[in-house]
């Protein structure tokens, strides 16, 4: 089998804890740090060349929220689900944003357009019910505002995808 770029950062992330199989975690972290989430293809490498089984792996990959197995979306959505919020109807919302953009809580969208982040308070509970866009706070929302604001962000053309308009 040929071996491709991602396999030798493997072998580097590996060799960077002496191959040591009880350093699953922080080599998880540093393959997520180098490429953004944990392809299930460098999983498998990183077992073989543990020797640990891959259901280890996953076991650990999925245990912590802040790994991830999918590529991120091109925007990053953040909905409060914290206590006040969750009474102001951030279920609702959620509901409705999983429903709309056919993503699960944790999960990105089909078309990567966003990657949508369930949290306990944001810090802003006066503000409830709050999304977070970017960076960017949206406040008092309902399922239809917060709708409204997803259905406006803009999808960036794939690097290296059809197209190439401007
Ligand atoms: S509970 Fe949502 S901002 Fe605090």
Not at 15 to 43: N, T, W
């Amino acid at each position: 089998m040929e071996m491709t770029e991602e396999d030798s950062r493997i072998d580097e992330i590996v060799a960077r804890y002496e191959g040591e199989p009880g350093m699953l975690i922080p080599m998880l972290q540093d393959l997520q740090a180098e490429l953004g989430y944990l392809p299930a293809e460098q999983l498998r490498r990183l077992a073989k060349r543990l020797d640990v089984p891959l259901t280890r792996v996953y076991a650990v990959a999925t245990f912590y929220a802040s790994f991830r197995l999918a590529p991120k979306g091109q925007h990053e959505v953040t909905l409060c689900m914290g206590t006040v919020c969750h009474l102001k109807g951030a279920p609702a919302i959620s509901e409705a944003i999983c429903r709309e953009f056919q993503v699960e809580p944790g999960g990105t969208t089909p078309d990567r357009l966003f990657t949508f982040q369930p949290v306990n308070c944001v810090g802003a509970c006066a503000l409830a019910p709050v999304m977070v866009v970017d960076g960017k706070y949206h406040d008092h929302l309902t399922p239809e505002s917060a709708l409204e604001v997803l259905r406006a962000l803009p999808a960036e053309p794939e690097p290296g995808g059809e197209g190439g308009a401007k």
